[in-house]
């Protein structure tokens, strides 16, 4: 057994802590003097019903002088130009769009599921098309909504001739519209404007800028030590919506650089019967694991302006020979080095402290030719449990490859477990590479065969 010590992450003016919150606080986010993709100010349109406007308008300004903290929860030092993200919001009734009581009212009188979410939608389409015919436009986009249009039109489950049975969230479907217009979205519910939410103030604001600051394109922080000119690839799979075909998948990628810049990548559709294969588990047939691979290598080359020295794979179950095989004769052929690698959360294995605290975070033990690693539990180095339950190690099977040592894999493991610019939270579960692979999917989803999804992170959290 083996202890692997807390993952360092970088910050403005190359400044080190183990702690996002910290760091940002005490150094400013990674991209505000190196990358040129610092945020110096951040137009801010909203959407939503006049007074929803307005008090999200100022729920946002007042947050971004700063949040006091408590005795669990760190100040938020702001969104200011001295201090915090070192940036400024701006707000422009020309970069609102309101929604008028009368079109609400049609949308929410709406008798059918169905049709009042469909009705929402088309709302909420015309008014993003609208912003962004603008001659001025937003970068980033608040959505208000109200604790009535959450009742009525947060989520729908309906029968659909063709599709079957259907289950429709209206967050991800509004990720889906967005996209087309290219704005980064955030909703916001009545409850965090108005202080109902209990969350503590200071931790929903680091939450909030957190991702508000990524979806602006800044990055907060980046790993430190990950291997330069590695792409770390995420696959996972996702049902198209309906359940009229129900042995369907769509695969997934997510996939990363040693900086944490993301890419999201829709695959080809198969079929996956787990009748017929014995596996509840999707695996892809050799040439649909090459073509997969051959799609990120050329996306990620087309992106990040280079070809990555490096490949690391994450995936959820363990590798068939087939899929094995299509997956290696892809990456052999652009790139020298490459580690395969299958992740699995799992409850059944756990190691019993004879201490009152959870194992610690970055713990590592095998059994056979299983490796075992702990990234959530005990964080000594600043004497803190981050999490609600009884922490269960990963799983880690199926290293193939051979370029890089198991140490140094399960050290990269616990690092990306902490790329989640979506919070502001120390750690994780699952790495970023298949941590948003369901958040994804869902997303994925509502974007019609027809379309291309934009690769950007940004726009699916």
Not at 55 to 66: I, K, N, Q, T, V
Not at 124 to 139: F, G, I, M, Q, V
Not at 194 to 219: E, L, Q, V
Request: net charge neutral.
């Amino acid at each position: 057994m083996t202890h692997f010590a807390e993952p360092l992450l970088l910050f403005g003016d190359d400044g080190l802590h183990i702690d996002p919150k910290a760091g940002i606080a005490r150094y400013g986010p990674r991209s505000w003097k190196v990358s040129g993709r610092h945020p110096a100010r951040l137009r801010v349109g909203l959407i939503g019903t006049p007074q929803l406007i307005e008090s999200a308008r100022d729920w946002l300004m007042g947050r971004a002088e700063g949040v006091l903290g408590d005795a669990k929860n760190p100040e938020f030092p702001g969104w200011q130009n001295d201090r915090g993200f070192f940036s400024s919001l701006e707000f422009d009734d020309a970069w609102n769009e309101e929604l008028g009581q009368s079109e609400l009212r049609d949308v929410l009188e709406t008798k059918s599921q169905q049709d009042r979410f469909g009705a929402v939608l088309v709302l909420y389409e015309a008014k993003l098309r609208l912003l962004s015919e603008r001659d001025s436009t937003p970068d980033y986009v608040v959505i208000p909504i109200s604790d009535q249009l959450v009742r009525r039109c947060g989520v729908a489950d309906y029968r659909d001739p063709d599709q079957g049975l259907v289950h429709r969230d209206l967050r991800q479907a509004l990720k889906a519209r967005a996209m087309k217009y290219r704005f980064p979205t955030q909703i916001i519910r009545e409850p965090t404007l108005d202080g109902r939410d209990k969350t503590p103030p200071s931790r929903i604001a680091w939450n909030f800028f957190t991702a508000m600051y990524c979806k602006a394109g800044g990055y907060p922080w980046s790993p430190y030590g990950l291997a330069s000119g590695t792409c770390y690839v995420g696959v996972g799979f996702y049902r198209p919506m309906g359940t009229s075909e129900t042995t369907m998948q769509t695969s997934l990628i997510q996939a990363f650089n040693e900086r944490g810049d993301g890419l999201v990548l829709r695959g080809h559709d198969f079929d996956w019967d787990p009748k017929k294969t014995g596996s509840r588990s999707p695996h892809l047939t050799e040439e649909a694991a090459n073509q997969l691979m051959e799609l990120i290598l050329d996306r990620y080359e087309r992106e990040m302006k280079q070809r990555p020295t490096r490949v690391v794979v994450h995936k959820t179950s363990r590798y068939w020979p087939g899929e094995l095989e299509g997956f290696r004769t892809a990456i052999e052929s652009r790139v020298r080095r490459y580690d395969l690698m299958a992740l699995q959360p799992q409850s059944v294995v756990r190691l019993i402290t004879t201490s009152k605290y959870p194992p610690l975070r970055g713990t590592r033990f095998s059994i056979g030719d299983l490796d075992y690693l702990y990234t959530t539990g005990y964080i000594s180095a600043l004497r803190e449990f981050h999490g609600m339950h009884v922490p269960s190690p990963l799983q880690v099977a199926d290293h193939v490859g051979q370029d890089t040592s198991r140490d140094t894999l399960l050290r990269e493991v616990l690092a990306l477990t902490k790329l989640n610019w979506n919070s502001a939270a120390l750690g994780g579960l699952l790495p970023i590479t298949i941590k948003f692979s369901r958040l994804v999917g869902e997303v994925m989803k509502e974007i019609p065969a027809d379309r291309d999804p934009l690769p950007q992170f940004k726009f699916y959290i």
